[in-house]
């Protein structure tokens, strides 16, 4: 069936360090594909998405890219800050249904 | 308006009371979604409502109670619950079938003693 797997956590950085969370899925189809962020004490909202195979998605300095042969979607961001601390989890929805499949979260903190 | 809202942000209840958590959208949405999500885990789909009629029950346990008064507003009645339900319930929305993004609120911070 449909899954995803996230890099497990937690991911320490200094500030203005490279980041990759990694993200791999298995689909059927071609689903659109998600980041989602969750700062602490917060629900989630959205950081990116791409919708079909090498669509980029890209928001507030991060990117990811919808990878079909390697059915990856991998999130990255060149400098990191303080503020990015939280948790970022990949989702994929479960097509013709009200169902998504979440990763398992990477917690990210970053030190100044 | 692209929020949406929860109520109360935070709820301590013992195991004989009975609360309701509240959601609103005004967004527009058709599909209004209750997750439960534990500390250090993804949110975990408890019900969704489609068009005001119950549409996924994750094999919830009864003590929960799902309602939809109308497209913009979810409530969930919770009775008799066990203090491992301890969690942030989180509501969601989305325009309709899963295949674009959801729409998440703050959550509600639920303790139970």
């Known amino acids: 069936g449909d899954s995803v797997t996230q890099m497990e956590g937690p991911v320490t950085l200094s500030e203005e360090a490279f980041l990759t969370i990694n993200c791999t899925y298995t689909?059927?189809?071609?689903?659109?594909l998600f980041w989602y962020v969750q700062y602490p004490g917060e629900g989630l909202q959205l950081l990116l998405k791409?919708?079909?195979?090498?669509d980029k998605g890209s928001n507030k300095g991060f990117e990811a890219t919808y990878r079909k042969e390697t059915t990856s979607f991998h999130l990255e961001k060149g400098s990191v800050q303080v503020s990015d601390s939280a948790v970022y989890f990949c989702a994929l929805p479960l097509g013709g249904t009200y169902k998504y499949i979440f990763g398992t979260g990477t917690r990210l903190k970053v030190l100044a | 308006d692209t929020e949406v809202t929860q109520t109360p942000k935070h709820l301590v209840m013992g195991m004989t009371n009975k609360k309701s958590l509240k959601c609103e959208q005004h967004?527009?949405?058709?599909?209004m979604y209750w997750y439960k999500q534990k500390a250090k885990k993804p949110p975990e789909l408890m019900f969704v409502y489609s068009y005001e009629k119950l549409s996924i029950n994750e094999s919830v346990p009864s003590r929960f109670s799902p309602e939809c008064p109308n497209s913009s507003l979810l409530n969930l009645h919770l009775h008799a619950l066990q203090p491992e339900d301890s969690a942030l319930y989180l509501c969601?929305?989305?325009?309709?079938?899963?295949?674009?993004?959801?729409?998440f609120g703050p959550g509600t911070r639920l303790t139970v003693l």
């Open positions: 689909a059927t189809g071609y689903p659109s």
């Open positions: 791409a919708t079909k195979a090498d």
């Open positions: 969601a929305s989305s325009q309709g079938l899963a295949g674009g993004r959801q729409f």
């Open positions: 967004m527009g949405h058709r599909a």
